[in-house]
């Protein structure tokens, strides 16, 4: 099988400060994949190289079979990736509506007008928010700004959807909703997750592979089932620390 | 297509930006500094000029020393507690910012005439010259602590409260501004420098009236620039070290990605001394010079006159600084996009605005004149026109644009281009779309302080207008000494009337774009 994301030998410095290098990670289709590590180890790093926002400074990075990004280029631009991204603090464009911030994301579709209006709606209402769809961003809620960043994503029916850090501000209930949703939605639309947290109950919950990014290298990766049975990175081993008893034998 | 990820990347474009920006605005200054290498150009300075330096230096050191000692103090407390009318105090500060100092200057004369002060008493000579410029010194003292006070978060304020003290508070507030306040207040007797209003009504003129007479009365253009130049000089001396040793903490104030401040703290004694610190800077710098223009007013209001004076002026002073406010806004754009987030490029450019918003704008102006003179006749309307005015006045104020547009570019999120590129959002329409309508309220303020500084700047007007096109202030400038005081008086209220009533609809919009 083609794997939907290959890292072949990655290595990314900002300035004399190596984050990380000789990185290699495959993906395939639908094995969702939380990379978890240390703050500063650079995974918000390596998702933006697999979004094709900045290049490697040496190594490839292949999505669908083909060659994406190599050393200091990015050969596929980030939306002819068939990717989609939801970041830490969402990037929403503050001066458009929920429905304009979804149909201006689907710009790099070759749409008709009406056809992307149509498609922005459906996909708000995919995530349950149609009725806001003309509010003002500043009226939202933080659950609701998540949902309006998720439709947004889901709005290009991506393959692979990179989730950095998204939930980090919410609250446990709407957390929790939010994966229920996030959980439902990626199996039926056939979307891969790739997602950047520092929490084992999130990565637990929507991820049932873990990648461990701990002093420049992957030092750890597998099924979360085999992962948390016999942890071997500092990072993993906090993570057990962590999970209630029942999370640990899931 | 260009992917908006650009903007949030590193590129040659944006060193290339900033020194194309910044060049065009020193340009005319750098043009002059040419003609000083031919052969048989002249050397000397004209006869009294090393005492008119002295005179403008000393006002220059009581200006910026009053405007310190009153400032800060006074932006300590605005920054820090909210107290009764702080907001429309604060508001009514900015007013002698936006007035040609030397209404101010006419206003204190004609107060000590009418109130019958002694002749060489404070509102004259030297110390009438250092309480004029101090209106202007220490309202932008006052905005450069609340400013730089903003750097200060909510937590490193509770912190210090906690464990010393309001005293404490204001001690740590203090530290953190100074760089800020020092610079405000040495920038205000730098620009002191070059304004020749004040010292000409007081009775106290020093070097920008000098440089003024040998253009405009000896027709020695070449003495004027060599003048012109070495107040130049001297004044790259004093504030380039200073606004390099300030930028790092200034740039890291104004242009962090968090800057929003502490809420206000409510105490009793800042409830009562609030509003009579800033109510008693109000008095000094607007109340008092206001009063000597109502005072012949009162006797006789010449509102035919001066509306006559008004109409016939309005297209030019209108047109000058709208030029101004375009130019200085799109060019301040190009200039905060190329700037980036990038600590050590934000730095440079300050330290670059800050030291061209010092440097006299004669500079300029004769620098305009001087490409006038060497430019084919087929390039007058460029370098001869009232186009060129307004051009001028742009670059003058090109660092007071640029630094409200950076900071507004600064403080947004870096994910927003990372997610237009992500989603193949192409640069041209998420400019379109989301970073101009976004960057709307801030460029409009940006547009109308310009448009108000171009207004009040004077002696730019006065070197590069064509024959017969002064703007309003200028007319004013040029029929002070010979026209009736009660129309001087009333053209002055009418433009210090107009000048608020643009600043009330400044203040309108920025309360709008903070919610």
Redesign the interface.
Known sequence: MTPLVELREVSRSFGANCVFGGVSLVIQPLENLALVGPSGCGKSTLL?LI????PPDAGEVWISGGRASSAAQVLV????RR???V??????????SPLDNVA??????SMANRERARRSMESLELCGIGALARRKL?SLSGGQLQRVALA?ALA?QPKLLLLDEPFAALDLTVKAALYEQIRRLSAKERITLVMVTHDPMEATALCSHGAVLERGTIQERGEFSRLLTNPLSETLRAFVKQLPPRGRTD | MISSGVLERPGWWRSAGIALGLGFAAAPALILIGPLFTVGAGTGFGAGFPDAVGRSLLVAAGAALLSLAVGLPAGLVTSLYQFPLRRPLVGVLALPLLVPSFLWAIGLARLRVEAGLARDGLLSGASGCVIAFAALGIPLVVYATMAAARGITQSQLDGVRLATGESAVLRYTARNVLPAAVLAAVLAGVLSLSDPGPGQILGYSGVATQILVSFSALYDFDLAARQCLALGALVLVVVAPLAWWSADRLSAQLFGRDVRGAKLYRTLPARIVGPFLLAGIVVLTTVLPLAGHAWPATRRLMLSRAFAEVTRTAGNTLLYAVLAAAIAVLCGVILAICAGRDQRRQRLLLTALLVLLALPPALGALGVVQAASLAPQELDFLFRGRFTVGAVLALRFLPVATILLLRSTSSSSPSWAAAAAVHGVGLARYLRRVLVPLLTPVATVAALLVALLATAEVGTVLLVQPPGEPSLPVAIFTVMANAPESLVATLCLIYIGGAAIILSLAMAALSVENG
Request: proline share 10%; charged share 15%; aromatic share 6%.
């Open positions: 933006r979004a094709g926002l900045d631009p980030p939306h002819q990717l989609a991204m970041f830490q603090d969402l990037a929403l464009w503050p001066n458009l201006l994301g689907l710009s790099g579709t500043s947004r290009v």
